[in-house]
């Protein structure tokens, strides 16, 4: 009837269609495993930032217990050094200016230090600057060890909770979108059958119509097969004597008129059962068409808006939540960043401040008896003798004007001598002095790390003792501290 | 011969310069006492600055060490899921485009992120926004790890020997200070030894002068007496007769003559005395009184500018290099801050970056297998049948207009009900948008310790989880998020 290179068959059909569907299943499937993987990785990355923070709040701790305990051991240290240094002079022969309740303050330090605002700067006053440096130093650490504290406190208490719900919430998110999900799968499935079962029924209604115009076609074949018969049989009895055989040829007419009338009255029921299969055929081509292009867009719809809106249900609020716990961390590292900065500004301060003529200055206040210039020796008169001036009259006139000048030629030779020295001596101290102020101390490069972990250590080691440049110089420094003392020794000092 | 009360004794001058030179020699060992004392001090405070850094130092390696035993943690499973992920992927139905060299390089992510500088971008362009936080926050981890060894570095190699460096320097002049001092003492001392002898000299010779002057008056006082004597006798002889007592008279005057002679040779030579001991009394005072100023000048130079000279000494050097020891100290700490900032730019970068709508665009293009929609399905014409179109004419145009009327009706209702749902997701949409965007991630309030360490804690802990608003946002979160996937639901997805 059809050649089976032109039409594909039935079954062709149905086993395309077959494919096309199993294939979107398979799909599915996939999509419902990928939203699960999701979920699993996004639960799993959760559960790692809650584990990385609770284990790096555990280090924040330990490092600020270290920290805490380092600047306690110093401070006491410290207090005890102040006591000693008390007693000591106590004990001496002069009174001090340092009073039991100065050293009580003293002792009373580290206390104070955990309150850097209230700082006393009263005694920053009372101690020489590079103590003060070193107080200011252990401050930080005492600092640095409560903004840790502060930190591992974050962590656990504001960040790690975050985490903990943003995963509870990612958890319900994607149970709920699963679910939806799968409701649209299963209408998705359910219009694919649906276009499955008209395309079926179309199949059969137009095999109907087809079967049905086969054999209309057949009866209408027979129908002009018998009058052909008809005509033929006339046309031979036509030469014949019309007398000999006009009764054969009645009842053969009737008998061929009754069969005609048969196949007329089978091609009528043909022709109507052709026409009601057609109409069938049509209606369920109609049907598949329709329901081919609800198909079509259900699967657009699916695919380019639901499986979207479902991954936006899966995600709803999860990028905002995580963000807002993020800039928790953030916050908190900027917050401890900042501190540790204000305590680096005030040590900076301090060592900017390091000066050796405002120490002595304090030093020699400190200890004002030890320092302070005995009484004048005043002229004790012998008896009551009444000449508290220089006698200058004769006889001794002469020989102390002798005196005098020799005295006076001596001390000019001394000034020049001493101009000279002076001028050596400022040269010499200003070279250790260049010496002892180079700019030797940023370490910058020791943070600029080029290739690997192996490469910085050595890199740092070098940049100080090793070098031959360090050797040098400080032979150099004593070398000319050395050739000053020298000077001063041998000039008087 | 002369009043107690108006005039010193000897012994209460010499008492009197006794006492002041004790004071003077027991000021001069308490200043040695205070040099080795502030010598002890420096020794001390360096010592405790070489102690503090190197406990300090351990301190930096073992936080060092945690943080990169933290970050290596979770760098290998992050690799490890990366695998499972891909193994998950392959042996579903799809194939996959993360190739098992993509999966290779993720897994040598771990050498990758030790140099930052190399941070592969490509990598970033596929993986998902909050893993991209997340591998940020490992990173920055190393980094932190990297620093703190460094930090610990300059500590023990650059830090310490400056110490070590000041230490022995100080040492040195300290030591050198003493001899300098102790000889400068040992002068004033000699000084003031001279200054006792020529004024226990000028107290000899005033003396022996007022000695001479007082037998010089005696003498005078004598031959006044015997002066006296003869005039009296004369006055008494007058009224006598001459004659008879004549040769006594005579004999007495030869007497009388001879004693006034022998006074006044006495009186001479008591003269010659006195005027030889005054002028060496003269000479003495003038010895005491200019051993009184170059005494007086020798202190004023030892107290006022020797002190100072020999403080100033001690000090050579030490405040600059402490200075420099301590910036490197800072260098270093800032160094490490600029660091740690840039990483946590880096995360801020990303936490900014944390998009959901770019993020399922890239999970849909990680696995477009299984997201791509199918092809479209097409009409499959039943054995040659030619009419691929609706057949929308007599006898099936009426029932198919009437179909199509009913279907516009049923679109325009849907059509207003679906302006309405729109409107309430959108509006509950925002309502959760609101709440999880809520800016309370500032932390700043913990870093600001009002009065001692023990309220840090508690109003840490507060801020977030136990405040009764976050409970109240979370129930309102989770009611609106209810509401909205029954909406979503009722109203097909």
Redesign the interface.
């Known amino acids: 009837m ?1 050649s089976p290179a ?3 068959k ?1 079954k062709e ?1 149905i086993a ?2 077959d494919t ?1 569907v199993k ?2 299943r ?2 599915l ?3 419902m ?2 939203l699960d ?2 979920c699993e ?2 639960v ?2 959760l559960q ?2 809650q ?2 923070f609770r ?2 709040a555990e ?1 924040e701790m ?2 600020s217990r ?2 805490e305990k ?1 600047a306690e ?2 401070l006491a ?2 207090c005890s ?1 102040k006591d000693q ?1 008390f007693k ?1 002079i106590s004990f ?3 009174t001090v200016i340092m009073s039991p309740a100065d050293v009580q303050a003293a002792c009373d330090f580290p206390g104070l230090l ?2 850097p605002e209230s700082f006393p700067l009263r005694k920053d006053q009372n101690v020489l ?3 003060n ?2 107080n200011l ?2 401050n930080q ?1 005492k600092r640095e060890s ?2 840790h ?2 930190l591992s ?2 962590y656990l ?2 960040i790690i ?2 985490f903990v ?1 943003v995963s509870e ?1 990612s958890g ?2 994607f149970k ?1 979108s699963k679910e ?1 999900g799968q ?2 799968q299963d209408d998705l499935m359910k219009v694919l059958n649906e ?1 499955y079962s008209v ?1 079926k029924t ?2 059969m209604y ?2 109907d119509s ?1 079967s049905a115009q086969s054999k209309l076609k057949e009866a209408e074949k027979q129908e002009e097969k018998q009058i052909g018969k008809s005509v033929k049989q006339e046309d031979r009895q036509t030469p014949r004597s019309p007398d000999s055989t006009a009764n054969v040829r009645i009842e053969e007419k009737h008998v061929r008129r009754s069969s005609v009338k048969k196949i007329e009255k089978m091609k009528e029921k043909r022709q109507a059962k052709y026409t009601e299969n057609k ?1 069938k055929a ?2 369920a ?2 049907e ?3 329901a ?1 292009e609800a ?2 867009a259900s ?2 719809k699916y ?2 808006h ?8 899966c ?27 204000e305590g ?1 500004d005030a ?2 301060n301090a ?1 900017e401040n ?3 003529t405002s ?2 200055q304090r ?2 206040e400190m ?1 004002n ?17 009444m ?5 200058a009259q004769q ?2 006139q002469s020989e ?1 004007l002798q005196r005098c000048q020799q005295l006076q030629s001596r001390l000019s030779t001394l000034k020049i001598e001493n101009e000279e020295v002076k001028k050596t001596m400022e040269a010499t ?1 200003q070279t ?2 260049d ?10 490069d ?2 600029q ?1 080029s ?3 192996e490469s ?2 050595s890199t ?2 070098e ?3 090793s070098k031959p440049s360090i050797a040098k110089r ?1 032979a150099n ?2 070398e000319t ?1 050395q050739f ?2 020298t000077v ?2 041998c000039y008087g ?1």
């Not at 639901?306 to 249900?313: E, F, M, N, P, R």
């Not at 008896?369 to 003798?385: L, S, T, Y």
């Not at 010496?435 to 940023?442: A, H, L, R, W, Y």
């Open positions: 059809t032109k039409f594909k039935d059909i395309e269609y096309q294939e979107i398979a799909q499937t996939e999509q495993k990928c993987q999701q990785l996004r799993q990355l790692d930032l584990d990385f284990k790096k280090i330990d490092y270290n920290l380092l051991r110093f240290k410290t050094t240094q000591f001496s022969a002069f955990s309150t600057s590079p103590v440096c070193w130093l252990l650490v409560r903004d504290t502060t406190d974050i208490n504001n909770p975050r719900q919430d319900r998110l709920k939806v409701q649209l276009l395309m179309y199949h137009n095999a087809i109409l049509i209606k081509r109609n598949y068409l329709l081919l198909t079509n699967v657009f695919y380019i639901d499986l979207s809106d479902l991954i936006d249900c995600d709803l609020g999860y990028h905002a939540s995580l963000n807002r716990a993020l800039r928790t961390f953030l916050s908190a590292e900027l917050n401890l960043e900042q501190s540790k900065h680096l040590i900076e060592v390091l000066d050796a120490d002595k030093l020699m200890y008896n030890v320092f302070c210039p005995p009484m004048k020796f005043e002229f004790q008169p012998h008896m009551g003798d000449a508290s001036q220089l006698c006889p001794v102390l101290l250790i002095q010496i002892v102020t180079v700019e030797d101390f940023d370490v910058s020791c943070f790390y290739n690997s972990m910085v250590k740092v080691s940049t100080f003792m400080r420094q004593q501290e000053y003392f001063r020794e000092f």
